[in-house]
């Protein structure tokens, strides 16, 4: 895979004290919507709280080993393509030194699907239930991510059964026209099929929600989160601490759903991305 460098230097200071001088490695060197970015740098001077920030939203590095730096970038299905660029925020010295991470994201490719909808699955659209339940998973994925990395190694599928919509497909609800991407990537089964954790993490959300059902949120660190929405029965309590392969919960089609089926998503940075990418490419 390509990488790209982007070098960033700052201009001397009076006082003759030159701040670092630092590229980052962009990873892919052009992201296609809906994907992840990594950021990677080294610095050989003694560096605070590096994050980027790029519309109100924001990613922390953290330190992967002495001097270098890593942060995960999750770019929107929706995003448009292009050049972008991200505020860099550091501390040195005592000063925040301020600089530009820029990146090109390309168009993705995503198929438009139509969701046909029960009277009281569409009263959940009208009544802003569905607006409100998404806010409650919301929360739970945008709050202050742990530093600490519980992954290791590549995701694995948390279910087995056909993927019956992909990420980032247009979905158009009864006969509403094709709104924002699909947020996650449905697996269907039959009911019952058993849900289980793709890495390791912890549970910071369980509870059920009228547009989704039984939901679980699993947290896996330095802003990387993953959730499992419709099933009949969840498996795992707020709190716990789930190795790979540890249950979530059961397969079902409880909320907004045509069948039995598991919507999982993935978040990063606060939004959400293909899980499919994690299952394949290393994040380690
Ligand atoms: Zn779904």
């Given at each position: 895979m390509a990488v790209a460098v982007c070098l960033m230097s700052f201009p001397l200071r009076a006082s003759g004290r030159r701040p670092p001088e630092l590229r980052f490695e962009l990873d892919p060197s052009t992201v296609t919507a809906g994907r992840t970015l990594v950021v990677r740098f080294h610095s050989p001077a003694r560096i605070m709280n590096p994050r980027m920030t790029l519309n109100d939203r924001s990613a922390e590095f953290y330190s992967v080993s002495t001097g270098s730096w890593r942060a995960f970038w999750g770019i929107s299905c929706q995003e448009s393509p292009g050049v972008k660029n991200a505020r860099f925020e550091v501390l040195w010295n005592k000063r925040v030194i301020v600089s530009t991470i820029s990146f090109t994201v390309e168009a993705g490719t995503f198929p438009v699907s139509h969701i046909p909808l029960t009277k009281s699955q569409n009263n959940l659209f009208t009544s802003g239930q569905l607006t409100d339940d998404n806010e409650i998973l919301a929360a739970a994925y945008k709050?202050?991510?742990?530093?600490?990395?519980?992954w290791s190694g590549y995701f694995v599928w948390p279910t087995t059964g056909v993927v019956s919509s992909v990420f980032g497909a247009r979905r158009s609800y009864g006969r509403r026209p094709p709104g924002s991407g699909h947020s996650g990537m449905d697996i269907a089964n039959v009911e019952g099929t058993l849900i289980t954790a793709p890495a390791r993490g912890r549970v910071v959300l369980s509870r059920r929600l009228d547009s989704f059902g039984n939901a679980v949120v699993l947290e896996h660190g330095q802003g990387v989160f993953t959730y499992y929405l419709h099933?009949?029965?969840?498996?795992a309590k707020e709190g716990d601490f789930l190795e790979v392969g540890s249950p979530i919960g059961l397969m079902g089609k409880e909320g907004?759903?045509?069948?039995?089926h598991l919507h999982w998503s993935m978040v990063v940075s606060g939004e959400r991305v293909d899980p499919r990418e994690w299952t394949e490419r290393l994040f380690d």
């Open positions: 709050k202050a991510p742990i530093p600490r990395k519980m099933m009949v029965k969840p498996l907004i759903a045509t069948g039995p």
